[in-house]
């Protein structure tokens, strides 16, 4: 799945398919935690889901639970995540499907509006902390 260019060390590597046209991946590993890129909703095909605020909230957080699932990792070992709101007029049922969404993670927060959200009304980007199995 990784080529050497995308591998930098045992414990710091490129994580998930790359668009090639975008000039990140969509997580990296570095030690015990993974940083995940700014992620949109979109199913398991990578199209895109558009939708009210709930559907979209629920859509990227499984975005982002298929993105560490390469690493073992679930939504519950996610400490932080930022949340891009297109209007932050939506963010009372936004709040109430994450809330829904992310199940019992203890995790920090912050929740602001962006402009830069095109297509969507929602982008989330996250640290995970999940320890390198012994031995990697």
């Known amino acids: 799945m990784l080529s050497d260019s995308t591998r930098k060390s045992a414990s710091h590597y490129a994580i998930g398919n790359k668009n090639p046209n975008l000039p ?3 997580a990296v ?3 015990d935690f993974i940083f995940v ?3 949109v909703p ?3 095909n990578n199209n895109m889901i558009s939708g009210t605020i709930e559907e979209e909230t629920l859509a990227t957080l499984k975005t982002i639970a298929r ?3 390469h690493e073992g990792a679930t939504l519950s070992d996610v400490v932080r995540i930022t949340t891009y709101l297109e209007d932050t007029r939506d963010f009372g049922r ?3 499907a994450f809330l829904e969404g992310i199940g019992d993670a203890v995790l920090a ?3 602001v509006e962006a402009k830069a959200v095109i ?3 929602i982008e989330m980007d996250a640290i995970v902390y999940k320890p390198l199995p012994a031995g990697k």
């Open 67 to 69: 993105v560490i699932a």
């Open 94 to 96: 936004y709040n109430k």
């Open 109 to 111: 927060r912050t929740t």
């Open 119 to 121: 297509n969507t009304k």
């Open 42 to 44: 979109k199913d398991e």
């Open 37 to 39: 890129s700014g992620q």
């Open 29 to 31: 590993r570095a030690g």
């Open 24 to 26: 990140f991946h969509p």
